[in-house]
């Protein structure tokens, strides 16, 4: 069992950057392969970005490469998403999730509560 708690969220004016962390509990949170997902309103859950369960590899969805950087602490059982040059499209809900890894949604077992980014113009 793992579960996961996000923080980092907030508001923030186009062009600048926030850190989202997930911290995890239990014992086997080095087992998986994590990700971020986003989920604006009215729209289906999306991916942003995703790391290996030992952080060797990393997969970001088109709209943010380049932007995002996924990194994960396994000692401290937290994952990261520092997210620069925002825009205001990036306004969503960001989930971390932990699973098999990819960027299918279905491929995640444990879900975070979710925190909220929203991007002024």
């Known amino acids: 069992q793992v579960q996961l708690v996000e923080s980092g969220g907030g508001l923030v004016q186009a062009g600048g950057s926030l850190r989202l962390s997930c911290a995890a509990s239990g014992r086997t949170f080095s087992s998986y392969a994590m990700g971020w997902f986003l989920q604006a309103p009215g729209k289906e859950r999306e991916f942003v970005a995703a790391?290996?369960?030992?952080?060797?590899?990393?997969y970001y969805a088109d709209s943010v490469k380049g932007r995002f950087t996924i990194s994960r602490d396994n000692a401290k059982n937290t994952l990261y998403l520092q997210m620069n040059s925002l825009k205001p499209e990036d306004t969503a809900v960001y989930y971390c999730?932990?699973?098999?890894?990819?960027?299918?949604?279905?491929?995640?077992?444990?879900w975070g509560q979710g925190t909220q980014v929203t991007v002024s113009s």
């Open positions: 999730a932990a699973g098999d890894g990819g960027i299918l949604p279905g491929a995640y077992i444990y």
């Open positions: 790391i290996s369960w030992i952080g060797g590899s990393t």
